[in-house]
């Protein structure tokens, strides 16, 4: 399923982005932007790449579930475990999330196909899921960073 351009710089973008946030407060990194920043856009460009194979339905899921995994371990160099951990994180999040706000749209009378096909729908439609991100990246880094020093606002970038 193809996702035009615009759709995906103004909200798949800061969707990965979101992913990378929770991922490295789930592995106990804090909340490191500037890294966040260019591990959510790797995630990003992938997640769009994929969208434009031609596989069947889900298939996109696992293969997006595999690369964040294995280039988040690569990324932070944290192990194996960790980085499943993030990842199996994440994917709970973006599922409930996504489901939640899907229903809620339906209940306010929107169409899902209307949605889709209106470009500027379907980007604000998809904002939630992101400010829900961020929400629990930094919930997340505050119950996983408690002991560290690396909780609330740690952003680990100038040491």
Excluded: D
Aim: aromatic share 16%; net charge positive.
């Amino acid at each position: 399923m193809k996702i035009p351009f615009l759709a995906w710089l103004l909200q798949g973008l800061p969707e990965a982005i979101g992913i990378a946030a929770v991922m490295y407060a789930v592995a106990g990194l804090g909340l490191r932007w500037r890294s966040i920043l260019s591990t959510g856009i790797i995630f990003g460009v992938f997640f769009y790449l994929v969208r434009w194979l031609p596989i069947a339905f889900g298939v996109n899921t696992l293969l997006n579930f595999l690369f964040i995994i294995l280039v988040f371990k690569k990324v932070t160099s944290c192990s194996l475990a960790s980085s499943i951990r993030s990842g199996l994180s994440v994917l709970v999040i973006v599922v409930i999330g996504e489901n939640l706000f899907f229903k809620l749209f339906v209940s306010m009378g929107l169409n899902p196909e209307e949605i889709y096909r209106n470009i500027w729908l379907r980007i604000v439609a998809g904002w939630p899921n992101v400010i829900l991100l961020l929400l629990v990246s930094i919930f997340f880094n505050i119950i996983f960073n408690r002991g560290t020093g690396k909780g609330a606002w740690y952003t680990g970038e100038h040491q």
